[in-house]
């Protein structure tokens, strides 16, 4: 099984960089996905690791340490859009998908 | 490309009664669907898998006898939620994959259920 950690929350100021920390112990990987939620809405992509390093995309990066265990998510000049849950989930060898809790970021003002 | 849709986007019944859920993949062809469930302010918990033309494949602790999953094309997976009860009210959501070496999976935009 897999055990994915994440924080409940964080708030940033329009403009500011929140960097969304997920820690996972898995019986198996096979890639680590980054996604963003709005309130009653499905999953939205935001980016995907497989490989040791950082995979930037726009204003969002997301960077991967598969020997901790460990990724981020970056997000860089914060908007009031982005104010959302963002899901960290964990890919195993039968290609299912096992989700954090989420990280509700609030971006204020 | 890559859309996946679900219907209803939400509904309403009484407590005993059955309600189907569709997922469609609309621009592709789909030979894996996944369903979850997501109750508020937790995350998508896995239910089942679903394979075009075989049996659907659930995870533990989801009774298969109660949520009855149909995958009849490449493009149509069904969730059928049988005698529901209150404790069955939550948004379930859908995702598809074309299975071509693509590691993502088109989430559908989901559907509320409520139980009363």
């Known amino acids: 099984g897999q055990n994915i950690d994440q924080p409940t929350e964080m708030t940033a100021t329009e403009g500011a960089i929140v960097q969304i920390n997920c820690t996972y112990q898995?019986?198996?990987?096979?890639?680590l996905f980054w996604y963003q939620q709005h309130a009653g809405e499905a999953p939205t992509f935001l980016s995907y690791?497989?490989?040791?390093g950082l995979e930037e995309k726009g204003r969002f990066s997301s960077f991967l340490s598969r020997s901790k265990g460990y990724s981020y998510l970056l997000l860089k000049e914060l908007q009031m859009k982005d104010s959302a849950s963002y899901l960290c989930a964990v890919r195993d060898g039968d290609y299912k998908l096992s989700f954090g809790a989420g990280t509700t970021v609030t971006v204020r003002a | 490309g890559a859309v996946v849709s679900q219907h209803p986007s939400w509904v309403i019944c009484k407590s005993g009664t059955s309600v189907k859920i569709e997922c469609r993949s609309l621009d592709f062809q789909a030979t894996t669907m996944f369903w979850y469930r997501q109750f508020p302010k937790q995350s998508l918990m896995l239910m089942a898998t679903s394979n075009e033309g075989s049996k659907a494949t659930y995870e533990q602790g989801v009774e298969k006898d109660k949520f009855l999953i149909n995958h009849a094309s490449l493009t149509l997976s069904t969730l059928t939620v049988t005698s529901a009860h209150p404790e069955d009210s939550s948004f379930y959501i859908c995702?598809?994959?074309?299975?071509?070496?693509?590691?993502?999976?088109?989430f559908g935009p989901g559907t509320r259920l409520t139980v009363t």
């Open positions: 898995t019986s198996g990987f096979n890639g």
């Open positions: 995702s598809a994959s074309s299975g071509e070496s693509s590691y993502e999976q088109y």
């Open positions: 690791n497989v490989l040791d």
